[in-house]
């Protein structure tokens, strides 16, 4: 087992956790990544760790349950958000990153780690007589794609996540804008554009009549609820937009002393503060048609655009019925898995699975009892959905308490979000102190 070299494929997230994971406890790993030779569509940048559709974790409140995973994963030492919390940007509640100061970070602490390769260079086969973690996320290349699919006996299963628009920041229209962060008293963090009842029908009819990007005709269209483009939503009903994307809720505009009938986010994109984006504006409209109907939002009549949103194809595994409860194909155990191909969604999430790859090979290498991290841990909850959920309607996911192996006992609403997080970080610290990690 000790002799078998160690392959990571993919030098996302989940990559690079797994070979953080692995290298500081003593083993030689060889990460490997296509870039920049080849760039898949939605990537831009050469370095390791790119984010692509947001620069927010999201929430860092260990009472929401992706904020509990971050602090689990900071007790485990993890590279991903110890570069997030180096790197934050102002974000309310949230953790929100400068991106490429964010995959800088990453990549130099990788490259200082004796024992780790790096290699720039596509993979289209999985390599036999080694240990491979294959981390190849969403937009795993077509010829890898096909190499797994022969490998697993079935074809991945494809829908889409979309990108939303980056603004410039000095572009906007301060006098038509308001900052604040929802329900905090202050400035907050979050720029806000309010629409009254006239400008949000205006502004929905315009996105339904917007130009499209049409699929292309191998892409089957199917998408992640909790990251539906705008149109999707604008199609649903009326006031699908102002329930989602476009809630004021908690949202006073201090000229007028009440919410707006609508609202779209700005939220700072780099620490310099000269870059926003438009929160939760993924969308697949054609760029033309951004600039026109984006422009019609009070405050960015004069928006200058440094990306547009756009639609990237998003590739996962029916896990629960390959993989086990480490991570490994049933098929073939030399074999691991992490990332957003497992089926869970989201950045935090991805890099969770890549921490719980390194451990538990970690764990094999060395001959050890495995033991997994329990359900009632944020860690443990997303690993039962990936391994144990029901392989006939199985998604991906996000983290949430949902997941979690349910609270004994009655707990008022509002104090389950600690009630969970006090009970997953005390029986996170006794799975650290008896597992081998």
């Not at 290498?365 to 009632?376: C, D, F, H, I, Q």
Request: glycine share 8%; aromatic share 6%.
């Amino acid at each position: 087992m000790k002799n078998k070299p160690i392959i990571i494929i993919g030098g996302g997230l989940a990559g690079c956790e797994a070979a953080w994971q692995l290298v500081r406890r003593g083993h030689e790993v060889t990460l490997v990544d296509m870039k920049p030779g080849k760039l898949s569509p939605a990537h831009s940048s050469p370095h390791l760790a790119e984010l692509v559709c947001s620069n927010s974790l999201r929430s860092n409140e260990p009472t929401n349950a992706v904020g509990l995973l971050k602090e689990e994963m900071r007790r485990l030492d993890s590279l991903v958000i110890a570069s997030a919390d180096a790197t934050s940007v102002p974000a309310g509640r949230a953790l929100a990153v400068d991106r490429v100061l964010f995959s800088e970070r990453i990549e130099t602490a990788l490259q200082a780690r004796q024992g780790l390769r790096i290699v720039r260079q596509e993979c289209t086969e999985i390599p036999s007589g080694a240990h491979v973690i294959v981390a190849t996320g969403p937009l795993t290349a077509d010829p890898l794609a096909a190499a797994i699919a022969q490998i697993v006996g079935q074809a991945s299963l494809h829908f889409y996540d979309a990108i939303a628009p980056i603004l410039d920041a000095g572009s906007i229209a301060r006098t038509k804008v308001f900052r604040a962060s929802r329900y905090d008293e202050g400035e907050g963090d979050y720029l806000n554009c309010p629409l009254d009842e006239g400008q949000y029908r205006d502004f929905r009819k315009a996105v339904l009549e917007g130009r499209e990007i049409a699929a292309r005709p191998f892409e089957d269209e199917k998408y992640f609820e909790g990251c539906l483009p705008i149109e999707i939503l604008a199609r649903r009903g009326e006031d699908t937009l102002r329930f989602g994307p476009m809630k004021p809720v908690g949202l006073v505009d201090p000229r007028t002393g009440r919410e707006p009938h609508a609202v779209i986010q700005l939220r700072q994109e780099n620490r310099e503060g000269t870059m926003v984006n438009m929160v939760g504006f993924q969308t697949k409209l054609a760029r033309p048609e951004q600039e026109r109907i984006f422009r019609t939002i009070p405050g960015l009549e004069k928006a200058e655009f440094l990306r547009f949103g756009s639609i990237h194809r998003n590739t996962f595994l029916n896990s629960p019925m390959l993989l086990t409860d480490t991570l490994q194909l049933r098929s073939n155990p030399e074999l691991f898995f992490a990332g957003q191909i497992t089926g869970v969604e989201g950045y935090v999430e991805s890099a969770a699975t890549g921490l719980l790859a390194g451990l538990f090979l970690h764990a094999i290498r060395l001959g050890a009892p495995l033991s997994l991290p329990p359900r009632t841990t944020a860690l443990g909850a997303l690993l039962h959905h990936v391994s144990r959920a029901d392989g006939k309607t199985f998604q991906p996911m996000n983290v949430n308490f949902g997941l979690f192996e349910p609270l004994g006992g009655k707990v008022r609403k509002r104090l389950r979000g600690a009630a969970y997080a006090e009970r997953a970080l005390a029986q996170l610290g006794d799975w650290i102190r008896t597992a081998t990690v």
